[in-house]
């Protein structure tokens, strides 16, 4: 049971690595795309809960907390399909690995804590890893800053989405569920706004953009949550906090098998991924041996 849990966490793992590909294969921008793609997965979430007698109604101070971390999520996506769609999905896959070093500097002033120097330090071989992309591939900057606003919003999310579920106590499918619902509130009266400012951009979904958003809502948005909590039935939540690191590389590797985006990527990428990937490395190592010392 436990090898089929591990199996299960990197099939999520896998299927959430995948999502930065339908920045590329959709031809809408940024925001309709995130828009249909949440009110979708909104809609079959909400039939999966029901179905297995979870749906159930909160209190509507609840109900803002928690649509308000949903916000933040919408954000984040926008920013991160425009990364993709700006530059590449390798770029928009690299700019999310500064989650660590925006919850490095954030997380101790919401938990009103001291930092940690270890957490910095090793962030920081993430900051040079972009900085190092950032200073010698003057082609994907526009990307690149978007990119680091949408890890910069998923930091926020994250410690958003973490406090609000330890104050109202609700379960992590019920979190999603409302925050889908707020990210779609949000962008769908964005929408005509972006439509208005971009109007050389498509909002309209072609036939072939429609059968990517149904398996991009259902299969690589709401799959990998419904694999994740039955993995963590079996796995404690640090092993598969650790796991989740491997994501971007997942995304990076099927860009360049489907895009072959390997072609457009120089030197100076490889150094920034191998500094990157580095940092990762050390964290999950310096990590386990905490654990395994307390």
């Given at each position: 049971?436990?090898?089929?849990?591990?199996?299960?966490?990197h099939?999520s793992?896998?299927?959430?690595?995948?999502?930065?590909?339908?920045?590329r294969?959709i031809s809408?921008?940024?925001?309709?795309?995130?828009?249909?793609?949440?009110i979708?997965?909104?809609?079959?979430f909400a039939l999966?809960?029901?179905?297995?007698?979870?749906l159930?109604r909160?209190?509507l101070?609840?109900?803002?907390?928690i649509m308000?971390?949903?916000?933040?999520?919408?954000?984040?996506?926008?920013?991160?399909?425009?990364?993709?769609?700006?530059?590449?999905?390798s770029?928009g896959?690299v700019?999310?690995?500064?989650?660590?070093?925006?919850?490095?500097i954030?997380e101790?002033?919401?938990?009103?804590?001291?930092?940690?120097?270890?957490?910095l330090l090793l962030s920081?071989?993430?900051?040079a890893g972009?900085a190092?992309i950032?200073?010698?591939d003057?082609?994907h900057r526009?990307?690149i800053?978007i990119?680091?606003?949408?890890?910069?919003f998923?930091t926020?999310f994250?410690l958003?989405s973490k406090?609000?579920?330890?104050?109202t106590g609700h379960?992590?499918?019920?979190?999603?569920?409302?925050e889908l619902?707020?990210s779609?509130?949000?962008?769908t009266l964005?929408t005509p706004?972006?439509?208005?400012l971009f109007?050389e951009?498509?909002i309209i979904?072609?036939?072939?953009d429609?059968c990517y958003l149904?398996?991009?809502?259902?299969v690589f948005t709401?799959?990998p949550?419904?694999l994740?909590?039955r993995a963590l039935?079996s796995?404690?939540?640090f092993t598969?906090?650790?796991s989740y690191?491997?994501e971007?590389?997942?995304?990076?590797l099927?860009a360049?098998?489907?895009?072959?985006?390997?072609n457009?990527?120089?030197?100076?990428?490889?150094?920034?991924i191998s500094?990157i990937?580095?940092s990762v490395?050390?964290?999950?190592k310096l990590?386990q041996k905490?654990?395994?010392s307390?």
């Amino acid at each position: 049971m436990r090898n089929n849990a591990y199996l299960t966490l990197h099939l999520s793992i896998l299927l959430a690595g995948g999502t930065g590909l339908f920045g590329r294969l959709i031809s809408i921008g940024e925001v309709p795309l995130v828009c249909i793609r949440v009110i979708l997965a909104a809609i079959i979430f909400a039939l999966v809960m029901q179905f297995n007698g979870r749906l159930h109604r909160i209190p509507l101070r609840n109900v803002a907390r928690i649509m308000g971390c949903g916000v933040l999520l919408a954000i984040h996506w926008v920013f991160y399909y425009g990364s993709i769609k700006y530059a590449n999905v390798s770029i928009g896959a690299v700019c999310f690995a500064l989650v660590g070093f925006f919850t490095a500097i954030l997380e101790p002033l919401f938990a009103r804590r001291r930092p940690s120097w270890r957490e910095l330090l090793l962030s920081l071989l993430t900051v040079a890893g972009i900085a190092m992309i950032f200073g010698f591939d003057a082609r994907h900057r526009t990307g690149i800053i978007i990119g680091v606003l949408s890890s910069f919003f998923y930091t926020l999310f994250s410690l958003g989405s973490k406090r609000t579920q330890a104050v109202t106590g609700h379960k992590s499918s019920t979190m999603l569920m409302y925050e889908l619902i707020g990210s779609g509130v949000v962008l769908t009266l964005a929408t005509p706004l972006y439509a208005k400012l971009f109007p050389e951009t498509g909002i309209i979904p072609t036939k072939l953009d429609w059968c990517y958003l149904a398996l991009f809502s259902s299969v690589f948005t709401i799959g990998p949550f419904l694999l994740l909590f039955r993995a963590l039935r079996s796995i404690p939540a640090f092993t598969v906090n650790l796991s989740y690191n491997l994501e971007p590389v997942y995304t990076i590797l099927a860009a360049m098998i489907i895009f072959g985006e390997a072609n457009e990527l120089n030197a100076s990428f490889w150094i920034g991924i191998s500094l990157i990937i580095l940092s990762v490395v050390l964290q999950t190592k310096l990590s386990q041996k905490i654990r395994l010392s307390s």
